[in-house]
């Protein structure tokens, strides 16, 4: 209520100090932290306490949906051990609906999260301006059913990625759905995001499965991907990723099926000259899908490397990146 209603707190700390219980449904749908006028600007820290039966319905249709709707300042250290997120809503995310140049680092999220909407990440859905995800972790189920073009789901976050941001060191373990619904075209589903096109992905990856379901009878290009559905231009290459979940793109259109299914990355684009090397250490498991990267447009090379379980185990911190010597899950 206080941030709701214009207490921003900029320059103040919000710690935590014990396990918290929503009470579910019982107790009504949470009212999310912060609106787009009226933003938390603040330090979260959760310190390391559960967050438990959170539980947000939303019938009519929303913008924001999320423990915080609308963060501009830090976001740290929440645990969201269990909770329902049921959303008609463009913005829906765990943790934060839309991150406007703000940092969310060490959450982790177990809440299910399903509904109609555009975009959907099981940490935040909308981040823009410098906004940064650093090592957060999301467990939960994410199911979106689209109303729209160019959208989709992301274990991490679920923007479509126009404006400069970085996730690293974040992984994903939940399921991830989308459902194409009303002949929408273009959509996406991915364990970290659906689209980058401009900024830094890191020491990522995904243990999930993930599945696209279309209905469109044309080729609308389906997206599926561990990682990223599409790399653009002005992103930086995938770098220190890999991906072990299994892909899946359900469709009747047989041209459809497979061109953008890949175990990282569903399709990149060569549109400029600095737009040569998509990828650097990143490596699939086999079985996930046919390819790294389900289709390239241009000259460019998958470089991405194909690996059994046991050669995924072994590899080493020069070859897989620093981020993943001390992590338990990878294991």
């Given at each position: ?244 979940g299994k892909i899946i793109l359900e469709t009747d259109n047989e ?24 990828t650097s250490k990143c490596y699939w498991l086999t079985g996930t ?43």
């Open positions: 209520e206080s941030v709701n209603n214009g207490e921003d707190y900029t320059g103040k700390i919000i710690k935590q100090t014990a396990d918290i219980d929503m009470g579910g449904a019982q107790n009504g749908s949470w009212t999310p932290i912060g609106t787009k006028d009226r933003p938390f600007n603040g330090t979260y820290d959760g310190g390391e306490h559960s967050i438990k039966n959170l539980y947000i319905r939303s019938e009519e249709q929303a913008e924001t949906i999320g423990l915080f709707g609308y963060n501009t300042g830090t976001i740290k250290n929440v645990r969201i051990e269990s909770g329902i997120i049921e959303a008609n809503a463009t913005n829906v995310g765990a943790i934060c609906g839309w991150n406007k140049g703000g940092t969310i680092e060490r959450c982790l999220n177990n809440a299910t999260i399903s509904g109609k909407g555009k975009y959907f990440g099981g940490i935040c859905s909308y981040i823009e301006e410098g906004g940064l995800i650093l090592q957060c972790h999301n467990s939960g189920n994410v199911t979106l059913t689209t109303n729209g073009i160019c959208i989709g789901a992301g274990g991490i976050y679920g923007c479509r990625g126009f404006t400069n941001f970085s996730i690293k060191e974040c992984c994903n373990s939940g399921e991830i759905t989308t459902i194409e619904s009303n002949k929408d075209k273009n959509c996406r589903a991915s364990g970290i995001g659906p689209e980058f096109l401009n900024g830094i992905i890191d020491s990522c990856y995904n243990t999930g499965t993930i599945r696209m379901k279309s209905e469109y009878p044309e080729d609308n290009c389906p997206v599926s991907a561990g990682i990223v559905g599409q790399l653009g231009q002005k992103a930086s290459p995938l770098t220190n990723s890999y991906n072990v041209t459809g099926k497979e061109k953008r299914r890949g175990s990282l990355m569903g399709w990149v684009g060569e549109y400029g000259e600095s737009f040569t090397i998509p899908a046919n390819k790294g990267i389900g289709e390239i447009i241009g000259e460019l090379t998958d470089n991405t490397e194909e690996k059994s379980a046991e050669e995924l185990r072994k590899l080493t911190e020069n070859e897989l990146g620093e981020a993943f010597t001390a992590d338990t899950i990878r294991n």
